[in-house]
T-cell receptor
Framework: EAAVTQSPRSKVAVTGGKVTLSCHQT?????MYWYRQDTGHGLRLIHY???????EKGDIPDGYKASRPSQENFSLILELASLSQTAVYFC??????????FGEGTRLSVL | SQWGEENLQALSIQEGEDVTMNCSYK?????VHWYRQDSGRGPALIIL?????REKRSGRLRATLDTSSQSSSLSITAAQCEDTAVYFC????????????FGHGTILRVHP
């Protein structure tokens, strides 16, 4: 069964610290995405990737970096975490012409 | 904003009733996705409707798409308590990109 696994599921970080969120897929999908969701709102696209070793900026990339070292793995990096980055982060994968399949999310609290 | 609705909306109904959720969008799209999100979970696709389809059905779900008015609706027939969730519509940016722009969502509560 297709799976998108995010780790950690929750994290508390300090302001100014570095945070790395990881996403692993067993779907063999080319496309991978990172979204954030703020309370009471829909998801917004941060970064995405169509192929390993390549990433693209989404709608709200500022303050985030992404890394796609392999087909299966896609990371979201916050070099200097800020309070405003407290949110739930979702990874998604997608096969060509299909709808994205989302992971269970990572709840990030920046204090 | 991408969307006509600016705030998360809430609907509360009794089990067995029908319900319709609406969304409007501002930029061109060829497909509208409808997702449901259960508490603490990721969004799950429930129905997808393309610009060449005015209506799409899946079980008790019915989606419509009016590209001329840039609006879509999701109807649930004979709602059940298990339908309680947050429902989002999302448009796809560009052709076959998978890049989604989400609306703010509708909280649906179905009471027994």
């Amino acid at each position: 069964e297709a799976a998108v696994t995010q780790s950690p599921r929750s994290k508390v970080a300090v302001t100014g610290g570095k945070v790395t969120l990881s996403c692993h897929q067993t779907n063999n999908h080319d496309y991978m995405y990172w979204y954030r969701q703020d309370t009471g709102h829909g998801l917004r696209l941060i970064h995405y990737s169509y192929v390993a070793d390549s990433t693209e900026k989404g709608d709200i990339p500022d303050g985030y970096k992404a890394s796609r070292p392999s087909q299966e793995n896609f990371s979201l990096i916050l070099e200097l975490a800020s309070l405003s980055q407290t949110a739930v982060y979702f990874c998604a994968t997608r096969d060509n012409n299909q709808a994205p399949l989302f992971g269970e999310g990572t709840r990030l609290s920046v204090l | 904003s991408q969307w006509g609705e600016e705030n998360l909306q809430a609907l509360s109904i009794q089990e067995g009733e029908d319900v319709t959720m609406n969304c409007s969008y501002k930029t061109y799209t060829t497909v509208v996705h409808w997702y449901r999100q259960d508490s603490g979970r990721g969004p799950a696709l429930i129905i997808l409707i393309r610009s060449n389809e005015r209506e799409k059905r899946s079980g008790r779900l019915r989606a419509t798409l009016d590209t001329s008015s840039q609006s879509s609706s999701l109807s649930i027939t004979a709602a059940q308590c298990e339908d309680t969730a947050v429902y989002f519509c999302a448009t796809e940016t560009g052709a076959n990109t998978g890049k989604l722009t989400f609306g703010h969502g509708t909280i649906l509560r179905v009471h027994p």
